[in-house]
DNA sequence: GACTCTATCTCGGTA
DNA sequence: TACCGAGGTAGAGTC
């Protein structure tokens, strides 16, 4: 990786027109090519940036960054003022743990979660435009279709009402009912829910995790 | 900002848990606190981060930032490469133009772009699911509901037809008509608005700015 | 390659 | 502050 500080200017042409004004910033050059232009706020969003795969030219005083799309990122070095290259080898990546999925197996071991009397069915049941979260079936023989979300927003409940109108093509299946369940449905989704006909659940991650690390213990 | 280059292990608990085993990373420390580990791929998303407001403690050979919400990184420093900083003063910020929102007021100010005899009402007008990006009155009285995109695809027609199921629940603005305005109109959302009843248009946003241009001229 | 969906999404606006 | 929508979303997974 090589790392530029740098008084620059930039430029970017492509999906929208940008310009930066003069100013000391960080360069990042990785050894994907990718290129990142930090300010000295703000940890997470490049100024600037453009990503592998592209073509960087280096010119006195200027780098241009162009695309096979057609986006072009100029920067005007005014003023270089550290300039640095490290060897960075790959390394093991990011093991992550806790978000939608895991909430997913856990409502699918504990559906009263979400209602009472309900046979747990399916994971992950195909549709043709997406798999649906959870398949349940109801104590009245009816299925209910469930979406997990971590935060459920009107997407959410975009997607269920159209996995919905899918499942009820199936007459084996039909009538589906639905249900958005997160950790926390907004607002609006619950108004638009309402009005799709579809129900709407704010499950307790932390309790949900809590019942099935009890219910591991009794087992043992 | 100050830039380390080290190997190093990091951990991250707070709304997921991550870990990240040894290997060479770059530490960026922003003046206003935020923390950035950036792998050698990848020119966007860091590997670990802590947005500002944050505390960072620094032992011999571990970082540990926390901030209010509990969230907590750790870093632990094997062998510290290099280690610099550098004076940014604030600079100006990124001047964007082309957006969605530009668009927006144009065509606010030029609904003749959108269609004949149009009167202007609102811009961002309420809904219980969110504003209408404009509102106008047409020559025969009746409303006319107009969401703008950059790109004009399938969501956008949604959200438009989201939009006017709720205003046809107010008798005084019944029946309303909806328009997709977008530099292009993808042919799938051509197709899904003429299911849903809902006109498109696509507008020139090169156009409007040079007779926006002109009008102000005129103007002075 | 195109499409879909998630995200510690970030970021900006507004009530 | 919380909520909501846009993004040059990026990035991962699937078909």
Redesign the interface.
Known sequence: ?R?V?ARCRVTYAGR???????????L?V???G???I???????????????PNHLVEEPGRWVVTNAKGECLTIDLEEV??D?A??????????????ELALRDLLAAAPDAIGPDLEFVQREYPTPIGPVDLLFRGADGQMLAVEVKRKGE?DGV?QLARYIEQLDHDPRLRPVRGILAATRVAP?AQ??AA?RGLGWVEVDYEQLKGERAELTLFEL
């Open positions: 990786m790392v500080i929208l027109s940008a310009t930066l004004p003069s100013g000391v910033r960080l990042m990785k050894a994907d990718c290129v990142a930090h300010a000295d706020v703000g940890a997470y969003k490049p100024l600037n940036w453009m990503t592998a003022l550290s640095q490290h060897a960075m080898e790959d390394s093991a990546g990011l093991v992550k743990d806790g978000v009107i975009e609006q108004v638009l009005e």
